[in-house]
């Protein structure tokens, strides 16, 4: 079965959408449940958008036989400003304007979590893999196709967050050479929804 990487498309919405929700279901809960809509609502809608962090302009997917079984969001410090501008306008086109003031909030309670970004960095985000195909070194082989990727880029760092509650996917990732760097604490309304912390690791390209 021959397994490609390629640049993300809006129509892969339907498939990538809840690989992504699965990267990190409490925190998309969260800040995107509001007004009657589901995390996952938002992210199909966004994906589809193409613009902002879970737009797929931001993605690659992995496919397998025609089928996408895998997602992840590679970007540098570079794009912050232009994604979290595209995130704000789909949350107000999506969202009642009250709505939208809950989401923005949390989004601003859960940014501290993430360690900033430095300019010689890539970052990963939003990295899932379909249920089915997990332990198949599907998550290991996109994640070292994009290394290669960086390092002729001129990035120096690969890095990215993973939640305490996932040790599957630290261990996957501490297998290709990330290291652990330091936990942050979720501080927001652990009542609304149980946030794990998560570890920041690292990888010296």
Known sequence: MSLEFRPARAEDADAAAPLVYSA?????????RAGGREALDFLRHAFRQGGGFQGYRNHWVAE???????????YGQR???????????QVLSFYTPWAAFGVIRRGLELAPMMKPLTPDMLYVANFGVAPECRGQGIGARM????????????????A??????NPRAQKLYEGI??????ERRFRGDRARAPVPDCRRLEMKL
């Open 79 to 89: 794009m912050e400003g232009r994604l979290t501008l595209g995130l704000m306008r």
């Open 177 to 182: 050479g990330f290291r652990f760097v330091r």
């Open 160 to 165: 990215l967050d993973v939640a305490v509650t």
């Open 24 to 32: 990190g279901p409490e925190a998309f809960d969260y800040m995107f």
């Open 64 to 74: 397998r036989d025609g089928v996408v079984v895998g997602v992840g969001a590679f």
């Open 143 to 158: 994640l070292n196709f994009k290394m290669a990727e960086a390092r002729n880029s001129g990035y120096a760092i690969y």
